[in-house]
Nanobody, 126 residues
Framework: VQLQASGGGLVHDGGSLRLSCAAS????????MTWFRQAPGKEREFVAA????????DYADSVNGRASISRDNSKNTAYLQLSSLKPEDTAVYFC????????????????????WGQGTLVTVSS
């Protein structure tokens, strides 16, 4: 099982990035994909999630309207498009996979995620 996150980098305030999370070793469509982030000195926090068929998306208030999560099940890859980036978005972004066992969607927590990527650093300069 592997989740490979990529796409991070250094951008200026107001810039955009697209993060990717390539998955292998499990049935991708059976998993809810989530992006979390952790800023220096802070706890890991939820950013966005998408269900297995891509029809349900969920965003943290802090990125709502500036982020778009998607997935390409033919490529076993999830994406997070970030725009209008702010210095406070600086963090290591992690993708995670949670088995989609419930009929109704609930926002996944870190503890519920079974597989994790290694993280990709996003730095937003002012």
């Amino acid at each position: 099982v592997q989740l490979q996150a990529s796409g991070g980098g250094l951008v200026h305030d107001g810039g955009s990035l697209r993060l990717s999370c390539a998955a292998s070793g499990f049935i991708f469509t059976s998993y809810l994909m989530t992006w979390f982030r952790q800023a220096p000195g802070k706890e890991r926090e939820f950013v966005a999630a998408i269900n297995g068929n891509g029809r349900i998306t969920d965003y943290a208030d802090s990125v709502n309207g500036r982020a778009s999560i998607s997935r390409d099940n033919s490529k076993n890859t999830a994406y997070l498009q970030l725009s209008s980036l702010k210095p406070e978005d600086t963090a290591v972004y992690f993708c995670a996979a949670k088995p989609q066992t419930a009929i109704l969607y609930t926002r996944p927590s870190s503890r519920e995620s079974k597989y994790w990527g290694q993280g990709t650093l996003v730095t937003v300069s002012s």
